[in-house]
């Protein structure tokens, strides 16, 4: 059975730092490009980060730039969503989703396996 679960989340200052790892099982994630969705209470699932397949590429959503850094490694299995200078706008939960075909960020629909999301709470 195919799944992605996301790991990291967690309360933290404004300011501060977390990493979020995202787990592959049941298939290997070589082929797959990686995106990771931030929904904030209230508001819907918007697309922040993603990678190629062989990990060559990133894009990011304009809320994020300069501040997350997405990475892979896929010996392991593994994806990260690495966040610094976190403000209480980033709290929400966070996903991990992967795709079929290296053609950048897109939205939700264009993702074809998704994790249950991990809880980032940003507050002072």
């Known amino acids: 059975q195919m799944r992605v679960v996301e790991s990291g989340g967690g309360l933290v200052q404004p300011g501060g730092s977390l990493r979020l790892s995202c787990e592959a099982s049941g298939f290997s994630l070589d082929n797959w490009a990686m995106g990771w969705f931030h929904q904030a209470p209230g508001k819907e699932r918007e697309a922040i980060a993603y990678?190629?397949?062989?990990?060559?590429?990133?894009e990011y959503g304009r809320s994020v730039q300069g501040r997350f850094t997405i990475s892979r490694n896929n010996t392991k299995n593994q994806g990260y969503l690495q966040m610094r200078s976190l403000n209480p706008e980033d709290t929400g939960f966070y996903y991990c989703?992967?795709?079929?075909?290296?053609?950048?960020?897109?939205?939700?629909?264009?993702?074809?396996?998704w994790g249950l999301g991990t809880q980032v709470i940003v507050f002072s």
């Open positions: 990678i190629s397949s062989d990990g060559r590429k990133t």
């Open positions: 989703a992967v795709r079929l075909g290296d053609t950048g960020l897109g939205n939700r629909a264009d993702y074809d396996y």
